[in-house]
């Protein structure tokens, strides 16, 4: 569904990704696991176009949407929640959501589709006309993740959704996402720090460090892998 | 709902610029002009909110585009439409006030695709160029009267036009923040990141408002140029682009009633303080400061606007 061919991102000086290629299934949640500042959400910028591409290609669905502009690769299916939850602070939780589906017009399937980021997230039901800058922490990244979920995308890009978020509130997070993934049939790409459980959840995993793959396979090798467990999963 | 709520708001703008206008050469001439002063500050500094309040971009050319809108209809009232039968002077005053607007909103594009295709407060720099750059221009074009201005305007403006462009601007700003489009206004200034990564094409929108307030302020030169009758280059310089942006920061950004208010304010203010004579611009100043002081957010601003969010960009 989506393929990543030899991605190399500079921010200047900065070679940020160093040859990535990476290959995501239809139906998978494919999962990418590294340090700070290894490349991951530039990788997932460069998918949904918010940063310029130096050299690789892009294809979804077999199509090549390489330096396509951000709002153009959203017409195509797949939706970004970008790292930092960057939820709109002046409109509603609910003219937050209904942001998301900005290029549709179907209202029916809109309001269905609210309807049913309301029960994937009903804390955000309670705080409909609250404004996305009141929220806390937690509940701006349901908003974000349910804001990506309203362009009714066939693929969803997820930044770090446990960032700065309490144990309890991640463990949420994350089985809704694996409910997302089983009961729509999405196909998701997460970016993680918390690799314990993007390993969990993901069928397939890849490690990066400073812009390049080291590792990819299955996630349960992975989380078997000795580097991963010292590195990653702060094991001895 | 909405919709029905807006037609009547425009219908009854409509009929009571009209009655205005059967009643003002009543008027002390002196009151007249202040009203007239009063409409078109309206038009200017509500369509400059459209785009520093609204849009969050940082403009300093309204006198430009306002200048650009008052020498187009200038020389459509006095040129081509003067030996056209006086019958017909209404209807070619509306279009020559439409081509003022359009004129305007073209170089509006002209200077805003390419600088809010960038990120950053390049807008503001490259419109205050672009005021000084037509100020300049002006002065040098013989057939607009250069440096000595352009004389023999007709006298057209009345509380009509004038009242009935305010009732426009504001029902179009309106209509426009109610809308989706509009909350792409406030996507975009709130996150522009996040609004590109949700399908909102960012230059889009920004050069939207922007061509907007251009056409609105071209509107307004072109009243402006109707009303004085004599128009010069000095009349649009960078000061009186300030002076609209000063109406929009009292008011508050993103307030259509509270930039009304002040753009009200901010034209009787000084006739008042006319009294003070040489003292008038010390007062003048220092209300500012003090408004500025005590409600950093303007005086109308609106509630939803975060306190954590600069006023000002630059
Ligand atoms: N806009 C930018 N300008 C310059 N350098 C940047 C920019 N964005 C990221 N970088 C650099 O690119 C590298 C990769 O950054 P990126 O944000 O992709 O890391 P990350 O893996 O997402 O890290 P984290 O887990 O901390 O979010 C870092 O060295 C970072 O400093
Ligand atoms: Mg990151």
Redesign the interface.
Known sequence: MLEIVDLEVKYGAIAALQGISLSVKPGQIVTMIGANGAGKSTLLRAVSGLVGITSGKILFDNANITNLPAHRIVGRGISHAPEGRMIFANLTVKENLEMGAYLRDDKDGIASDLERVFSLFPRLKERIHQSGGTLSGGEQQMLAVGRALMARPRMLLLDEPSLGIGPILVKAIFSTIVEINRELGMTILIVEQNAHQALKIAHYGYVVETGKIILQGPCVEIARNELVRKAYLSES | MKIHKSVIFLASAIVLSFLATLVEHRLNPYYFQIIIYIGINIVLASSLNLINGFAGQFSLGHAGFMAVGAYTSAVLTTGLFSSVNPLLNIPLFALALLCGGIVAAAFGLLVGIPSLRLKGDYLAITTLGFGEIIRVVVQNLDFLGGARGFTGIPKLSNFFWVFLTAAAVIFTISNLINS?YG??F??V???E?????????STRVKVTAFVTGAFFAGVAGALYAHFVTYINPAQFSFLKSFEIVVMVIIGGMGSILGVIFSAVLLTILPEVLRTMAQYRMVIYSLLLIIIMITRPQGLFARR???K??AILKI
């Open positions: 989706t909350k792409a406030t996507a200034r709130d996150d990141i996040a609004a590109e990564s949700i399908g909102i094409s939803r606007f975060g954590h969010k």
